[in-house]
C-alpha cells in the first residue's frame, strides 16, 4: 500500500505560539497557549505549553510570533521544528 508522501506530513501536529527563550544555540523556547472548555462547568480555561524547537539558521527572537510542526526526536527534550515566523516582534 503506497502512501502519498505529502498526506503522511500533513498527519504531523503543528502549533502556533510565541518565542519565549532563543537563548540555546539553534533551539527556542515556544509558549502555546490553547483555550479549553471545561468538561463539567463548561467554562473555558487557558493553558499554557512550553516547547523547545528546532531553529536550523537561528533566525528567531524573543517575542516572535511562530508556527512549529512535531518531527522525529532531536535531542532529548526537542522533538518540534520551525516551519515559518508568521509576525517579528516589533
Known amino acids: 500500500m503506497l502512501v502519498d508522501p505529502s498526506v503522511q506530513r500533513n ?4 502549533r502556533v505560539g510565541i518565542v519565549v527563550s532563543d537563548k ?3 533551539t527556542i523556547v515556544v509558549k502555546v497557549e490553547e483555550m479549553i472548555k471545561h468538561k463539567l ?12 524547537a ?20 532531536l535531542s532529548k527534550e526537542k522533538c518540534w521544528r ?6 517579528r516582534c516589533k
Do not use: A, W
Open 24 to 26: 540555546m544555540q539553534k
Open 82 to 87: 520551525l516551519v515559518k515566523i508568521l509576525e
Open 11 to 14: 498527519l504531523r501536529k503543528s
Open 41 to 52: 462547568y463548561k467554562k473555558y480555561i487557558s493553558r499554557r505549553s512550553k516547547f523547545k
Open 54 to 73: 528546532h531553529d536550523e539558521n537561528n533566525e528567531c527572537r524573543v517575542g516572535d510570533k511562530v508556527e512549529i510542526m512535531e518531527t522525529r526526536p
